[in-house]
């Protein structure tokens, strides 16, 4: 298995850097809305998960796949899966802020065996195989074992869904005044390597889907972290959209005994 699973891992490594070119050479970007203004898509979301599905279809055959784009969303059950997010950081792609990503994780029956995720633009590749720890440019990464009031902190504002708005605003003022500082950097899975790294102490987000946080999970909990729900219950793994928290056991416990605002 963890033989298959290494094997799988560098096959997703080698078409997440073959994608990449599609992203660093971008030009005339065009975004479209998909379910409002802030959800946005273009045709290099399209075209990097195109020749991801192809690539890694032809490293597996018989593979399902699990995606952002297109509705290719098959059985999260499957025998084996891929769940891919082409361009996670979208919007700061269409703005040029050069922080965005390609994430893809391996799953069989269920559970998230492999995953890498990729930033072109610093050349950076985040991998875990299950049970194998976690690597940056293949050199072991662990997150930060300090307390909430030594982190910084990532945060997303879950802006597809401004029903969540105060919400979020309310936690990240509690928490920036309970950690060194706040980062909101437009990338989940990029906040979610930032934690594996040991970069970032923790990281918050009111509601994700699954393809935002099926691969870095995996590389948070291989670097020795954690990773729930908010609320402090397991991370799940389907198609809603839930709360996640991700960090080092102490930065966590602490956000967990945050009084109530």
């Given at each position: 298995m963890a033989a298959d699973a290494m094997r799988i891992c560098e096959a997703i490594m080698a078409a997440e850097r073959e994608a990449a070119e599609l992203i660093l050479h971008a030009h005339g970007v065009l975004a479209e809305c998909k379910t409002g203004h802030r959800d946005v898509v273009t045709e290099y979301d399209r075209r990097v998960q195109q020749l991801l599905t192809e690539?890694?279809?032809a490293a597996l055959p018989g593979a399902k796949f699990f995606c952002?784009?297109?509705?290719?969303?098959?059985e999260l059950g499957a025998e084996h899966l891929f769940i891919i997010d082409p361009i996670d950081g979208t919007m700061n792609f269409v703005h040029r802020l050069n922080h965005s990503c390609i994430s893809v994780a391996y799953a069989r029956r269920g559970t998230v065996q492999a995953a890498a995720v990729y930033n072109p633009y610093v050349d950076e590749m985040f991998s875990a195989v299950r049970g194998g720890g976690a690597f940056l440019n293949g050199r072991p990464i662990r997150v930060d074992p300090a307390p909430l009031s030594e982190s910084v902190v990532c945060v997303g504002t879950a802006p597809y869904r401004e029903e969540l708005t105060a919400r979020t605003f309310a936690l990240?003022?509690?928490v920036c005044r309970a950690s060194l500082d706040i980062r909101r950097q437009g990338s989940a899975a990029l906040d979610l390597c930032s934690v594996a790294a040991g970069r970032a102490g923790l990281y918050f987000e009111l509601s994700l889907s699954l393809w935002d946080y099926a691969a870095g999970a995996l590389l948070v909990e291989e670097a020795g972290g954690?990773?729930?729900?908010?609320?402090?219950?397991?991370l799940p793994y389907d198609s809603g959209k839930p709360t996640i928290l991700a960090g080092g056991a102490r930065a966590v416990a602490d956000f967990l005994a945050l009084p109530e605002g």
């Open positions: 690539r890694l279809g952002e784009e297109n509705d290719r969303q098959d990240m003022e509690r954690r990773c729930l729900t908010v609320e402090g219950g397991p």
